[in-house]
């Protein structure tokens, strides 16, 4: 059975960076897409970025574009997103998630297996 495993939350002020990390195991290789999604108390999970495994596009969405950076390690087999200018209002539980169907986007229901999430707290 694979799995996904997020790590590289933690607690960091505002303006801050962090990087996580979703380390990607046990799964035939064939899968369009991985992303990054958050759920914040109260609120849906949302998503945030996602890459393309064959060309490496990628897309982001709106409260993030320009802050947050999606990459990928192939030979690893690891996904990252880059967090810079963090804010309050990006404190959350975020996930990685990947999806074996197309189209890919940015709704949760499109991904087909998850990580357990790691927490990203940002305050001062």
């Known amino acids: 059975q694979g799995q996904l495993v997020e790590s590289g939350g933690g607690l960091v002020p505002p303006g801050g960076s962090l990087k996580l990390s979703c380390a990607i195991s046990?799964?035939?290789?064939?899968?369009?897409?991985i992303a990054w999604f958050r759920q914040a108390p109260g609120k849906e999970r949302e998503g945030l970025a996602w890459i393309k495994t064959n060309d490496g596009s990628t897309s982001y969405s709106n409260p993030v574009l320009g802050r947050f950076t999606i990459s990928r390690d192939k030979a690893k087999n690891t996904a990252y997103l880059q967090m810079d200018d963090l804010k309050p209002e990006d404190t959350a539980v975020y996930y990685c998630a990947i999806t074996y169907s197309l189209p890919v986007g940015m709704s949760p229901q499109m991904y087909d297996y998850w990580g357990q999430g790691t927490r990203v707290t940002v305050s001062s």
């Open positions: 046990g799964f035939t290789f064939g899968y369009f897409a």
